[in-house]
């Protein structure tokens, strides 16, 4: 077989980057080349999104670039993940676009038989066919040198939010052995990395045999050698209160919850399909700071959901003033295909009224974020380093505190991995910074 150059670019969520990983670790061992230059691939692969509107734009945007930068004779482009299961027939059937291939996020290890038969017969090929069983558990993802590794410990949906579409572009819900998830943080450890992320659609909806998910980020804290473990995303509907107690114990367990509120009014939510109310969503944030004062929250937000009125989008902006989130990720509702809010509810708030939300949604968390790292002006904060140069110096030195904030060092001998305690003594609302008060491991 001729060995084959491939491109791969990653768009979107922290799963896709980790499919990614399962890509090019299912293709090299067929013998494909990754290249970092487009120019010279003979394969293209964009692994994409489809939560929003935008990213679609962008995916086709890329994929006429991609034509363009091209220096090679024939050059295959395929498209990957949640929006290749999406638009299939869209994709395959714009003749301006030109995609020759398409695999959706169940379908990787077919992959190397839809680039072969592609390039047999010079015909489009796809597969988007969605699992019940597959977790890729027997795929050890080819990761880049780093402090941090995603873990994807389950794969699919069953929540069906409204608005959301990844239940019909990743399938249900299926959990990876315990056991294999362990075997697979001692090999990250052995190699070097010192934290580990673990991914889920819901990953309190993890469950395999016994085990749950407390029962499951126990074992990984129990692994010799991981110093931090991070998890993302949980469902408010359903957090374990056990869990919560865990993380209180451990150390190596980050004091940091990602928690999407994603609106503030109880009838929003409902029509949402979250399945909790505001109430409940407040009663969460005092039962986890009972146990973990000092936690971070972070939040999803989406303005002008189909139906919010201006009174309702104002309980919104309440629970944002009333929890003080560390950082929220903010959205102005946008229509997908084939979700089910697309077929029951007209996209009735206009595209100013939503811009209008999100303005003051993002004032007031610029000012809360602000707020809160300012508090921590002159405190001392364990931090985990991340890498040595940022984007304003190549010697200044990127950590993150264990909530989740960047705190950038001026140069010194600190390594990627290393834990170490710093003297907050400047904030923004992103980032802060500080001076090392320990220079050695701990």
């Given amino acids: 077989m001729t060995q084959r150059l491939v491109y791969l670019e990653t768009y979107g969520c922290q799963m896709n980057e980790y499919d990614s990983e399962l890509v090019r670790t299912i293709l090299k061992q067929h013998s494909y080349q990754f290249v970092d230059d487009l120019s010279q691939a003979d394969v293209v692969m964009l692994n994409t999104c489809s939560v929003r509107d935008n990213a679609n734009r962008k995916i086709y945007n890329r994929v006429h670039q991609v034509r363009q930068l091209s220096r090679r004779p024939r050059v295959y482009v395929g498209i990957l993940g949640c929006m290749a299961t999406n638009f299939r027939k869209q994709l395959l059937d714009d003749h301006k676009l030109k995609i020759d291939f398409i695999a959706g996020p169940d379908s990787y290890k077919q992959l190397p038989r839809l680039i072969e038969d592609l390039c047999d017969t010079g015909e489009k090929r796809f597969d988007v066919t969605l699992s019940e069983l597959e977790t890729y558990s027997d795929v050890y993802p080819t990761r880049a040198e780093g402090v941090n590794a995603w873990i994807a410990i389950m794969r699919g949906c069953n929540n069906y939010c409204t608005f959301c579409v990844v239940p019909f572009t990743r399938g249900r819900e299926r959990s990876r052995d315990p056991e294999n ?84 009014n109880s009838r929003v939510l409902d029509k949402m399909n979250r399945t909790y109310s505001k109430e409940e969503f407040l009663q969460l944030v005092d039962a986890i700071r009972k146990l973990m004062p000092s936690v971070s929250l972070t939040t999803d937000i989406i303005v002008g959901f189909p139906t919010e009125t201006a009174e309702e989008f104002l309980d919104t902006v309440d629970v944002v003033n009333r929890v003080r989130f560390e950082a929220a990720f903010i959205f102005k509702y946008s229509e997908r295909p084939n979700t089910l809010a697309s077929r029951r509810f007209p996209d009735d708030v206009s595209e100013a009224e939503k811009k209008r939300r999100i303005m003051i949604l993002n004032s007031l968390q610029d000012s809360i974020s602000l707020s809160e790292h300012q508090k921590l002006m002159g405190t001392t904060q364990r931090v985990l380093v991340e890498k040595v140069g940022t984007k304003k110096s190549l010697t200044e030195i990127q950590t993150r505190t264990d909530g989740g904030v960047i705190v950038i060092l001026p140069p010194g001998k600190q390594k990627p991995g290393e834990i170490l305690d710093v003297c907050i003594t400047d904030a923004t609302r992103n980032v802060m910074k500080g001076e090392a008060l320990v220079t050695t491991p701990a």
Avoid: W
């Fill in 181 to 264: 998830i362990v075997e697979e943080v001692k090999r990250l450890v052995a190699a070097g990395f010192s934290q580990v992320t673990l991914l889920g659609q819901n990953v309190n909806s993890y469950r395999y045999d016994e085990y749950d998910f407390a029962a499951l980020v126990k074992m990984v804290s129990d692994v010799p050698g991981v110093k931090r473990i991070r998890f993302t995303s949980p469902h408010p509907k359903d957090f374990p209160m056990h869990l919560l107690k865990l993380m209180a114990e451990r150390d190596n367990i980050c004091k940091q919850i990602h928690l999407p509120l994603q609106a503030g």
